[in-house]
């Protein structure tokens, strides 16, 4: 139980495109989900939190005009990088809280390599 | 701010050999104190949650304890298998996601 997916594992884009990253809870739902971002042998950095149908909340230095996260349903989030820069390579990472599970357990997805060429 | 601090940075044993993950944390109200696995290029796998000081959980080789400052993962008479990063995480404060530490890399040698 609580598995959470990613798509894709990991994409390469040119400098100035923009990349979508989907985030699936497979059997559960998520009324919360959060986008975390890991460089290079560093720890998880969160991005932001999203709620099923209200606007993300994005930590302090996060461009939210840069970065784009739709939580459109229970089940789905989408972090959409826009006008991507090679400082935006790293591993992306999105968790999601289940409804019915224990309280503020988050449960992970196996990541999404970004590389911005 | 509230931090989250792990200690040793890295650590090897040789397999059988038991030891202890430390992971300090400042966060007011705390909410619940996390551990996590994770392997190189992969996301994290969730071990446990601690909610209050002196809760204590068990899952095979490995064992969470949780003190008003701080947490220990115990590992005992481990295995190669368990080499990993071990990810100490809070929440708390009026936050909802987790602040983690840098992480501890553990290598056990056969």
């Known amino acids: 139980g609580a598995v959470v997916s990613q798509h894709p594992s990991w994409v390469i884009c040119k400098s100035g495109t923009s990349v979508k990253i989907e985030c699936r809870s497979l059997?559960?739902?998520?009324?919360?989900m959060f986008w975390y971002r890991q460089f290079p042998k560093q720890s998880l950095m969160l991005m932001a939190t999203?709620?099923?149908?209200?606007?993300?909340?994005?930590e302090q230095g996060v461009e939210k005009d840069k970065f784009l996260i739709n939580h459109a349903s229970l089940t789905l989030s989408t972090l959409t990088v826009t006008s991507a820069h090679p400082e935006d390579s790293s591993f992306y990472i999105c968790?999601?809280?289940?409804?019915?599970?224990?309280?503020?357990?988050?449960?992970f997805g196996p990541g999404t390599r970004l590389t911005v060429t | 701010e509230d931090q989250v601090t792990q200690s040793p940075e890295a650590l090897r044993l040789q397999e059988g050999e038991s030891s202890s993950l430390n992971c300090s944390y400042t966060?007011?109200?705390?909410?619940?104190l996390f551990w996590y696995r994770q392997d190189p290029g992969k996301g994290p796998e969730f071990l446990f949650t601690?909610?209050?000081a002196g809760e204590e959980k068990e899952k095979e080789r490995l064992k969470a304890t949780l003190t008003k400052k701080e947490s220990f993962l115990h590992i005992t008479a481990p295995k190669p298998e368990d080499s990993a990063t071990y990810l100490c995480g809070q929440t708390g404060g009026g936050a909802d996601g987790l602040t983690f530490g840098k992480g501890t890399h553990l290598i056990i040698q056969p």
């Open positions: 059997d559960f739902q998520a009324t919360t």
């Open positions: 601690l909610y209050s």
């Open positions: 999203s709620n099923e149908g209200s606007k993300a909340t994005y």
């Open positions: 966060v007011s109200g705390l909410r619940g």
């Open positions: 968790s999601a809280r289940d409804r019915g599970g224990a309280p503020y357990e988050q449960y």
